[in-house]
């Protein structure tokens, strides 16, 4: 079992930036696959950026690509989303979130991942 924690969130202004952490503990990290989701208010929780194992292989929802970033470093526990250009759209509660992967692929859903840190605040203002 592997525990999650968030941290980064803030208030920004609309074209502004934001760097997200999460840090793991627990079981070995590089056995697992990472995500980051999102959920916005009245609204179902959603794919933001995906991770594998060794970090050779991300994909990104069409609505963040070219703006955000997902990278780990597995020798510090550590996966971070860097934000930039953000929009007000992308006002949401952030997740971090992992599933025990036995290889390199990607997976976009909520259901394949089982473990999910609390959650931090994002708020973009226009």
């Known amino acids: 079992q592997v525990q999650l924690v968030e941290s980064g969130g803030g208030l920004v202004q609309a074209g502004g930036s934001l760097r997200l952490s999460c840090a793991a503990s627990?079981?070995?990290?590089?056995?697992?696959?990472m995500g980051w989701f999102r959920q916005a208010p009245g609204k179902e929780r959603e794919f933001v950026a995906v991770i594998s194992r060794g970090g050779s292989n991300t994909d990104y929802a069409d609505s963040v690509k070219g703006r955000f970033s997902v990278s780990r470093d597995n020798a510090k526990n550590t996966m971070v989303l860097q934000m930039n250009s953000l929009k007000s759209e992308d006002t949401a509660v952030y997740y971090c979130a992992a599933r025990a992967a036995p290889g390199m692929v990607v997976r976009t859903q909520v259901s394949d991942y089982a473990y999910w840190g609390q959650g931090t605040q994002v708020t973009v203002s226009s």
């Open positions: 627990g079981r070995t990290f590089s056995l697992y696959g």
